[in-house]
């Protein structure tokens, strides 16, 4: 499973961040590791240094023979997004995983 970071200008793209990221998303997926080729991570900062309940993480995982799903997290600081927007996932694929298992 490749895990790619993207970020918007607001957001600095550090090493720290990108491997806490890339730990959370292991750790929320690795169950569904066999099933997924890539996640992609798009981080941004809706309202730059207004503040606010304003940073978005959106996680897309690329699914073998299957279209891409995807979520989207808001939260007041970026790890809140990410752990969301991770849990989100792990629900989503739980439930179309699932799903192709019961047919």
């Known amino acids: 499973m490749k895990i790619q970071i993207n970020t ?3 957001i ?3 090493e720290e961040l990108a491997q806490q990221t890339q730990a959370v998303v292991e750790s929320a997926l690795e169950r569904f590791a066999e099933h997924i080729t890539r996640v992609e991570v798009h981080l941004s900062d809706e ?3 207004k503040g ?6 959106v996680m897309e995982a690329r699914l073998e023979g299957m279209q891409p799903v995807a979520v989207t997290d808001q939260a007041e ?3 809140q997004a990410i752990n969301g927007a991770a849990d989100k996932l792990e629900r989503l694929l739980d439930h179309e995983l699932g799903r192709l298992s019961d047919r």
């Open 8 to 10: 918007d200008s607001n």
């Open 47 to 49: 309202n730059g240094d």
């Open 52 to 57: 606010g309940t304003d940073k978005r993480c």
């Open 77 to 79: 600081n970026m790890e």
């Open 12 to 14: 600095e793209g550090s």
